[in-house]
């Protein structure tokens, strides 16, 4: 009898005393019982690690696995070599999940043979209010196309709102470049949506994403963080380049890498002084991105213009 868990979960942790129970509390309660929960504690300097330990002590599926601090890219890799399930799924250390958000996923990936089985219903929250992300693609019976591949990774960058099977994971795993960045789990996501043979999206698993102050998306926006992230996307370009897939596929994906990389820079540039801003444009030496930047921060002038004018 094989006693595999059918799903690794994967939940990186740095310093998250504040939200790490109840995280993991929403995974131990799934309705899907027949997983591991690997918990990598990234040098965590606050009670992360005492908390984590109650929850092993409580529930033998959650295993505790130590390293020094490396960030969360690292911390998910090291997550991977441990799993042991047929699919991973990804859950940041302060989002929590709904009861049946595992079992949704695994069914479809079950019924499908999926490679790759993603949720639409993907909420934000600030303590506050919570709002659903922006949809992405229409929930779909058929395995996604190239271009709608394209678009889940132009809207939904995060590997925490799917499930991947172990297979796929370790063939694209030489793809997930570390570069320090809050953009870093993109290229794995992209080329994991690349390579998939299948991917299926449902709207019935809901992913709780908390935004505040200490999240990694709200990086401090400095000139070298903004070339850390352009820099990151051109190597996924130039990578994709390389693959071996026909090149009418390279050309829609390249595409919309192009857009990711535009609108994710430009709002970490929107924050950053006006001579700052400059010395990151020329710092590309990319014309057309030049101007595209340009073009995106007169537009979001007049807007706001307008709207203080109608308020």
Not at 166 to 194: C, G, H, Q, R
Not at 297 to 302: D, I, M, P, S, V
């Amino acid at each position: 009898m094989n006693n595999s868990p059918l799903i690794s979960v994967i939940v990186p942790v740095y310093n998250r005393e504040e939200y790490i129970f109840q995280c993991l509390d929403s995974i131990c309660q799934q309705t899907l019982c027949n997983i591991e929960i690997i918990c990598v504690n990234d040098g965590s300097t606050d009670n992360s690690e005492a908390i984590i330990q109650k929850c092993c002590k409580k529930d033998p599926r959650v295993h505790l696995v130590n390293q020094a601090n490396s960030g969360p890219s690292t911390a998910r890799k090291n997550g991977i070599r441990h799993a042991s399930g047929k699919y991973i799924g990804f859950v940041d250390s302060d989002d929590y999940i709904d009861k049946d958000f595992f079992l949704n996923l695994y069914t479809t990936a079950l019924q499908k043979d999926a490679d790759i089985v993603v949720t639409s219903a993907f909420f934000a929250f600030d303590g506050k209010k919570l709002h659903k992300k922006k949809s992405f693609i229409d929930v779909s019976t058929t395995s996604l196309s190239t271009e709608s591949r394209g678009r889940l990774f132009l809207y939904t960058a995060s590997l925490c709102n799917k499930i991947y099977k172990k297979s796929l994971i370790e063939k694209v795993l030489k793809y997930y470049f570390s570069n320090e960045t809050f953009a870093e789990d993109n290229p794995f996501t992209i080329f994991l949506t690349i390579f998939a043979k299948n991917i299926f999206i449902i709207n019935s698993s809901q992913y709780f994403y908390r935004q505040h102050s200490l999240s990694i998306c709200h990086t401090k926006a400095s000139i070298e963080n903004c070339v850390k992230s352009y820099t990151l996307y051109n190597k996924i370009i130039n990578t994709v380049k390389c693959i071996h897939i026909p090149q009418s596929d390279k050309k829609i994906y390249i595409h919309f890498i192009k857009k990711r990389r535009n609108w994710d820079c430009s709002q970490m540039a929107e924050n950053l002084s006006f001579k700052d801003w400059g010395v990151f444009l020329l710092r590309t030496g990319n014309i057309i991105f030049q101007i595209n930047l340009c073009l995106r921060k007169f537009k979001k002038r007049l807007s706001n213009a307008y709207r203080r004018r109608s308020s």
